[in-house]
T-cell receptor
Framework: NAGVMQNPRHLVRRRGQEARLRCSPM?????VYWYRQLPEEGLKFMVY????????ESGMPKERFSAEFPKEGPSILRIQQVVRGDSAAYFC??????????????FGEGSWLTVV | QQQVKQSPQSLIVQKGGISIINCAYE??????FPWYQQFPGKGPALLIA?????SEKKEGRFTISFNKSAKQFSLHIMDSQPGDSATYFC???????????FGQGTRLTINP
């Protein structure tokens, strides 16, 4: 059973470009979470999605950031017009029935975004 | 209220010693307290977790101690090994919520 798969693992973007980060959850998992980790800091919740629905986006910056989890295919975290402050590790996690029902969430290995 | 405060920021322990990392919280609605281990360049991996109905949980060399009245919980690593060198994060979640609140992390180094 493959783990949570994220790609790309490393991404370099110039200021003003777009970054797209992809996440394929573990098999059988329909709950997806995105977290951001700034250098030397803990992880911060960004968004929680189920198939075709954004359930909680309370941690997403109001502008430039969006997330989706389509019926088919991976979840996508999209950052438009990137700025240097977006440089961070972005982690996706998945769960079979969600953290609220007592399940563990499993993290991927992360996508490291560097904005130059 | 949503914060989890973790200490120390970094910790050096001799091989075979006990590593202790502490976390404190304010929100009494938190009801799930996991610890994650993260190696450089990797994602966090669940190590051990506890709910507030028990005061201690042990899995191998790893033990969580939970003090509900003090709103504190800690991770103890017995017989610490160089392979335990990593960053450790405590976290908490509110009953019914879908998000984890993480502490700031502790960089643990075990000297051989």
């Amino acid at each position: 059973n493959a783990g949570v798969m994220q790609n790309p693992r490393h991404l370099v973007r110039r200021r003003g470009q777009e970054a797209r980060l992809r996440c394929s959850p573990m098999k059988g998992h329909s709950h997806v979470y995105w977290y951001r980790q700034l250098p030397e800091e803990g992880l911060k919740f960004m968004v929680y999605l189920q198939k075709e629905n954004i359930i909680d986006e309370s941690g997403m910056p109001k502008e430039r950031f969006s997330a989706e989890f389509p019926k088919e295919g991976p979840s996508i975290l999209r950052i438009q017009q990137v700025v240097r402050g977006d440089s961070a590790a972005y982690f996706c996690a998945s769960s079979p029935t969600g953290l609220a029902s007592g399940n563990t969430i499993y993290f991927g290995e992360g996508s490291w975004l560097t904005v130059v | 209220q949503q914060q989890v405060k973790q200490s120390p920021q970094s910790l050096i322990v001799q091989k075979g010693g006990i590593s202790i990392i502490n976390c404190a919280y304010e929100n009494t609605a938190f009801d799930y307290f996991p610890w994650y281990q993260q190696f450089p360049g990797k994602g966090p991996a669940l190590l051990i977790a506890i709910r507030p109905d028990v005061s201690e949980k042990k899995e191998g060399r790893f033990t969580i101690s939970f003090n509900k009245s003090a709103k504190q919980f800690s991770l103890h690593i017995m017989d610490s090994q160089p392979g335990d060198s990593a960053t450790y994060f405590c976290a908490a979640s509110i009953q019914g919520a879908q998000k984890l609140v993480f502490g700031q992390g502790t960089r643990l180094t075990i000297n051989p």
